[in-house]
Every structure is written in structure tokens, then in C-alpha cells.
């Protein structure tokens, strides 16, 4: 007999010290106790423009019995954010490449943007990352959403809800033909800029996430799934089957 279905946190947008925007307190062992802290089961770990963090988080979280889902938050050309998952290390690095070849290298102004740092489980700085992560890729998001599609991964237009760098602020609309597997709604924030008004009647599965860039805001807004197990897997299953139970700001 199968395992009946539970319910499993997610908290699916979570940025590194690897990110510009990301906090240098966000490395693995600190992510991941957070995520511990506040009573995850699954995080997607989505730097911008860039998976190279994921591997030393992953090793982390397999032994603190967090599933770590690992991709990157990709800026298409026309400057929307999308998250981006994949099964397998072999799709993950197929993926980077994709990301390398499309990414203008533009210096990266530490000054003015901040550190892109690459760290090890043990917080030792791996790499410096020359080029601005969260530049816009040379490909549209048709193009990108392909590209995951073809490697079996998740395509998650980001925050659809912001007003600067999502699906209905570039657009105005959910494209009907778009490979999506859900939707990703902003987190509650004081002082952020007016959302842009969700269509009346959203197509898709809708999902809530932190946008964590320091630790504190990890798990802030997270979303309940219906699963067997934390596994890609099953998420992929939960998303495209509504298996979903909303929650925003649920922190202990």
C-alpha cells in the first residue's frame, strides 16, 4: 500500500551569499538551521542567475533532514525573474551552462551591489563571481521555459505580483501558451512598492515563498503541499495536481 499523502512546508525562494542581495550571514549551515528553526521540510535554493551554490547547501541538508531543491532565479531579457529547479546534478550543470552562455559579462561593482560570494559547508569563501549575477539573459522567457522543460525540471514565474521584474509587471499578462508548473505570489513586506493586480481568475497552481535574503526572512511566507515524501518528485506532482494548502507569514 502507498504512503498516505502528508503536509510539507516549502519555502521555494531562498538566495545565497552568492547572490548580490543575499546577506553574508546566508550560508549553508545558516540557511539551513534557519530552515530547521522555522519548521520547513522543502527549500529551493534559487541564486540569481546561478545554481553553483546549491551542491554544499544539499550536502548540508541531507543531514539535517531538510530537502533542498536546487536551481537559480533567472532574469529573461525581457527582465522577469523566474524560478528554475532540477532533479538531477547532470540537468543542474546542463542548466549552468545554459545560464554561462547566455549571461553578458558585465563587472560586477561590489560597492554598489554587494558580494557574490561563493562558500563551502564549513563558511570558507570558495570564489569571488566577477560578472553581475542578476543581469538579464540573452534569451526570452519562452526561450528559458524551453530550455527547462526539455531538461524535465520546474519552471516558477517569480513573485508575478512585484511591481518591477515580474510576469504581469513586463507583460501584463500569463501568456496562455507558457509552460508553467505554478505561480509564485510576493511575500507580505512593509514598505514595498504597490502589487500589480492579480488576473481575476490566475491559471495554475499559485505558491507563496520568502524571497529570503537574510536569515531572519527564511520561511516568512511558505506554502503547505500534500505529498508522500519531501522529493522533487512529489512536488512536481503536488503543484500540477493542486495539492496545495496556502499559508503567509506562518513564522513561529
Not at 99 to 122: A, S
Not at 154 to 165: C, E, Q
Not at 198 to 217: F, T
Amino acid at each position: 500500500m502507498p504512503p498516505p499523502l502528508a503536509l510539507f512546508r516549502a519555502d521555494l525562494h531562498i538566495h545565497t551569499t552568492l547572490s548580490p542581495c543575499g546577506d553574508l550571514e546566508m550560508t549553508p549551515r545558516t540557511i539551513i538551521a534557519k530552515a530547521k528553526e522555522r519548521q520547513l521540510d522543502l527549500i529551493g535554493v534559487c541564486d540569481h542567475n546561478t545554481t553553483r551554490q546549491c551542491a554544499e547547501i544539499q550536502k548540508v541538508g541531507r543531514r539535517e533532514n531538510i530537502f533542498v531543491l536546487c536551481g537559480a532565479e533567472v532574469t529573461t531579457r525581457e527582465e522577469i525573474h523566474c524560478l528554475a529547479f532540477f532533479e538531477t546534478p547532470e540537468t543542474l550543470a546542463d542548466f549552468q551552462r545554459f545560464l554561462d552562455d547566455n549571461l553578458p559579462p558585465v563587472p560586477n561593482n561590489v560597492e554598489q551591489c554587494g558580494h557574490q560570494l561563493l562558500v563551502d559547508e564549513d563558511e570558507r569563501i570558495l570564489h569571488a563571481f566577477p560578472y553581475w549575477l542578476p543581469n538579464a539573459l540573452t534569451k526570452t522567457i519562452d526561450e528559458v521555459a524551453a530550455k527547462v522543460r526539455r531538461l524535465n525540471g520546474l519552471f516558477i514565474p517569480a513573485h508575478i505580483d512585484k511591481a518591477r521584474n515580474s510576469l504581469l509587471s513586463q507583460l501584463g499578462f500569463v501568456p496562455p501558451d507558457l509552460p508553467f508548473d505554478a505561480l509564485e505570489l510576493a511575500p507580505p513586506a512593509p514598505g514595498r512598492p504597490p502589487q500589480t493586480p492579480l488576473p481575476a481568475q490566475p491559471p495554475g497552481a499559485l505558491i507563496w515563498s520568502s524571497d529570503a535574503h537574510c536569515p531572519d526572512e527564511i520561511g516568512r511566507a511558505s506554502t503547505e503541499l500534500r505529498m508522500k515524501e519531501p522529493s522533487f518528485k512529489e512536488l512536481k506532482y503536488a503543484l500540477q495536481h493542486g495539492h496545495i494548502t496556502k499559508s503567509i507569514d506562518r513564522r513561529p
